[in-house]
């Protein structure tokens, strides 16, 4: 006995330096890193030998650290199966490895809703919103006015005015009936589209205050215009 023990503590000295080392009452070897960490492994072949034979071996190639059993192997056993005597042993040296920390998930910040600036002016002007004297509002003019009621929507104003200008042709009262049917119309789109006001203040002026010089057909062209002004609440 006393030579098979010395015979173990010489193995274990051998693996310190190599991958095996064996002995009368078991081999001991390194096997592939489990986890990265250096992990051994002994199989206690005597006949006499015991649990406690592999459990020695793994704690004399540890040293003074403990023994960590990676797996256990029964090589015999009872046949009711009530008494395992595990003859080979999987182990590393040393305490587990402290699981890394729980970092909880950053929460998510909501995002302050970007506010909508709502235009508080719109100018429609041009030939291509009316046509020739008439008070009909063209499919492009219909469209600049739908965009304009998506930005204003859900927003109530104390008041809309609604202004009418035409350019210097024609006589002073065609002018004046024209501008104010025209501006009465941009007021019934807005109004009908959903842009809520305490009050619709709608008026024509016909051929006053130009914004242009009326001696050109660009400056008349722009001189034929409505003007949208919203006032908050």
């Known amino acids: 006995m006393?030579?098979?023990?010395?015979a173990g503590l010489l193995a274990v000295s051998v693996l310190a330096g190599c991958t095996a080392a064996s002995g009368p009452a078991h081999n001991?070897?390194?096997?592939?890193?489990?986890?990265?960490?250096?992990?051994?492994?002994?199989?206690?072949?005597?006949?006499?030998?015991?649990?406690?034979?592999?459990?020695?071996?793994?704690?004399?190639?540890?040293?003074?650290?403990?023994?960590?059993?990676?797996?256990?192997?029964?090589?015999?056993?009872t046949r009711d199966d009530s008494n395992r005597d595990p003859r080979a042993l999987t182990f590393q040296c040393g305490e587990p490895p402290a699981k890394p920390a729980l970092v909880a998930a950053p929460v998510p910040v909501a995002k302050a809703p970007v506010p909508v600036t709502v235009p508080m002016r719109m100018d429609l002007s041009g030939?291509?919103?009316?046509?020739?004297?008439?008070?009909?509002?063209?499919p492009q003019a219909q469209g600049r006015l739908d965009q304009f009621l998506e930005k204003a929507r859900g927003t109530s104003f104390s008041e809309v005015a609604v202004s009418g200008y035409t350019d210097s042709t024609g006589s002073a009262a065609r002018n004046l009936d024209l501008s104010q049917r025209r501006a009465d119309a941009v007021a019934k789109y807005l109004?009908?589209?959903?842009?809520?006001?305490?009050?619709?203040?709608?008026?024509?002026?016909?051929?006053a205050d130009?914004?242009?010089?009326?001696?050109?057909?660009?400056?008349?062209?722009q001189n034929r215009r409505v003007e949208v002004v919203l006032k908050a609440e």
């Open 2 to 6: 006393i030579r098979i023990i010395f």
């Open 210 to 221: 130009p914004v242009a010089s009326n001696s050109t057909a660009a400056g008349r062209e």
């Open 28 to 77: 001991a070897y390194t096997v592939d890193r489990i986890n990265n960490i250096k992990t051994y492994r002994v199989e206690c072949t005597g006949i006499f030998e015991s649990t406690n034979t592999c459990q020695e071996v793994a704690q004399q190639i540890c040293d003074k650290q403990p023994v960590r059993v990676v797996e256990a192997i029964d090589t015999l056993r």
């Open 127 to 138: 030939g291509a919103n009316f046509r020739t004297n008439q008070a009909t509002l063209t």
């Open 191 to 207: 109004r009908d589209g959903g842009l809520r006001a305490e009050h619709y203040r709608i008026r024509g002026f016909g051929s």
